[in-house]
């Protein structure tokens, strides 16, 4: 064997470790090639995937590599490996089993899925979160969490149990689209099977191996039910891009563990974030946090409610970004919009001081305040009154205000023009706008000494006003 045969083996072999260390989970299931039904599974660990697929690899000759027109030459080498070998991917529920027996309560449904990715889709291995991760080992399940996104997305393909499902007809019926790991599940893997509770798949395996290429009824119906436009559900691209659209998404789901709100949607939104189960709501802070750090977007502030116990600026979960119509019209004219001015503060970020944002300043007066009685105790309803923006009414969950509190809306999405020179003048023009603007509610307490600042109140609605005329003015500084 020459030195440059010798390089490329020991190029082949690194890259072949380094691919089974970094992208394969750590356990996984050995799905044997019989052809009967699956009596045996085997947990096996990424040493023993390794092994399996390490003759195979070794097969790749220098001939074989040929990089696409967008791909260089080592990523040619990892393709190839990917090639070689087959794995799937399923999500079920999250318990921990130490026998494999079949018969044991839970596991005729771990048997039938391992059946299917064999059968169905000749794959050697599988993975499951019912038993392949270690939950005893924090390191392990930290991988996990962190990682899901990325072993979903390459796997070979992900097949979905729909256990409360007979046909298309009762997909909206099914518990599964209301846990949030399963959104997850959903929108990571390019190839995925739904089969309802006898195991039969809901559309036969003769008409579409991957459910996701559905041009038809099954995606149609899934789009329905979660609220996710058709083309996310096929080709989901994971980032800190749509920040309101995509909590929306996760709203209504619900996870068992507090924590677990915010740990599944970090491969959603493509950060980092350390899993630290006890630490119960500051989960989701963290996740804003990091969500902040690469999101320079003002609709990441156009949520209502509660917000969180660690910063006023923040909402306290998913649930508070409200549900967006159909904004196929004001789309095209924020586009529009966005080419000619720049649309709020880009460089807002989080301090120890809090949320560090311009705003456009309005001052207002409150001209009206009743008490609006409710299941979870008092809240007020307050009218504010300004001569540019007319009278605006809103229902605040805080229901003690000082007598000689001040008052004004802090908008967010102010507009300023590019390459003006202006500095920080801003303005707002309701004569190029079809929706309103958005806005803090904004109060200052004089009394609050040696902290008198402006801060944000919870609002029951997000605060939108609309202008009753052209309005220009300097941005103000605020800490939240």
């Known amino acids: 064997m020459s030195s440059n045969e010798i390089e490329f083996r020991e190029l082949i072999s690194r890259m072949f470790d380094e691919?089974?260390?970094?992208?394969?989970?750590?356990?996984?299931?050995?799905?044997?090639?019989?052809t009967g039904p699956i009596e045996t599974i085997e947990l096996v660990d990424r040493f023993s995937l390794r092994s399996y697929y390490e003759t195979t690899v070794n097969e790749i000759k220098e001939d074989d590599i040929v990089p696409n027109a967008d791909e260089e030459w080592e990523d040619a080498?990892?393709?190839?490996i990917k090639e070689k070998k087959h794995h799937s991917n399923t999500c079920s529920q999250k318990a921990q089993f130490k026998s494999f027996d079949r018969h044991?309560?839970?596991l005729e449904k771990l048997y039938a899925f391992c059946q299917?990715?064999?059968?169905?889709?000749?794959?050697?291995?599988?993975?499951c979160d019912m038993c392949c991760i270690d939950k005893t080992s924090s390191s392990e399940l930290d991988e996990a969490i962190r990682s899901m996104f990325r072993?979903?997305?390459n796997s070979h393909i992900c097949i979905t149990y729909l256990q409360e499902t007979d046909s298309i007809d009762d997909l909206a019926e099914d518990e599964w689209f209301e846990r949030g790991w399963t959104l997850l599940e959903l929108l990571a893997p390019f190839r995925m099977k739904f089969y309802g509770k006898s195991w039969a798949p809901l559309r036969p395996l003769h008409e579409s191996e991957n459910d996701k290429c559905d041009s038809d009824?099954?995606?149609?119906?899934?789009?329905?039910?979660?609220?996710i436009p058709e083309t996310d559900l096929r080709t989901f691209t994971p980032g800190t891009n749509r920040v309101q659209e995509k909590m929306v998404w996760a709203s209504s789901r619900r996870t068992t563990r507090v924590e677990d709100i915010a740990y599944s949607l970090i491969g959603i939104f493509d950060v980092s974030l350390m899993v630290a189960y006890g630490e119960g709501r500051r989960a989701f802070y963290r996740l804003m946090e990091a969500i902040l750090q690469r999101c320079d977007q003002w609709e990441i502030f156009s949520w209502k409610g509660s917000s969180s116990s660690y910063n006023a600026a923040l909402p306290?979960?998913?649930?508070?970004?409200?549900?967006?119509?159909?904004t196929g019209n004001f789309d095209a004219e924020e586009q529009i919009n966005n080419e000619h001015y720049i649309i709020g503060d880009r460089l807002f970020s989080l301090t120890n001081h809090g949320l560090r944002i311009k705003v456009l300043l309005v001052r207002v007066e409150k001209v009206r305040e009743t008490v609006v009685e409710g299941t979870h105790g008092s809240k007020k309803r307050l009218v504010f009154s300004n001569g540019a923006l007319g009278d605006v009414q809103l229902t605040c969950m805080h229901s003690k205000y000082e007598p000689r509190m001040e008052w004004a809306f802090g908008i967010i999405d102010f507009w300023q023009q590019y390459g003006s020179g202006g500095g920080d003048r801003a303005f707002l023009d309701p004569c190029r706008k079809s929706r309103p603007y958005t806005a803090f509610l904004l109060s200052y307490h004089p009394n609050a000494s040696p902290d008198a600042r402006w801060r944000k109140e919870m609002t029951e609605d997000v605060v939108h006003i609309w202008p009753q005329r052209h309005m220009a003015d300097s941005l103000t500084l605020l800490y939240l």
């Open 77 to 80: 080498i990892i393709r190839l």
């Open 116 to 127: 299917k990715a064999r059968n169905d889709f000749n794959c050697s291995f599988a993975w």
């Open 151 to 153: 072993w979903y997305r």
């Open 217 to 227: 009824s099954i995606l149609q119906e899934i789009s329905r039910i979660t609220r």
């Open 19 to 34: 691919y089974i260390i970094n992208e394969m989970p750590a356990h996984l299931l050995r799905l044997h090639p019989d």
């Open 316 to 326: 306290a979960d998913p649930s508070c970004y409200p549900a967006v119509g159909n």
């Open 104 to 106: 044991v309560g839970g």
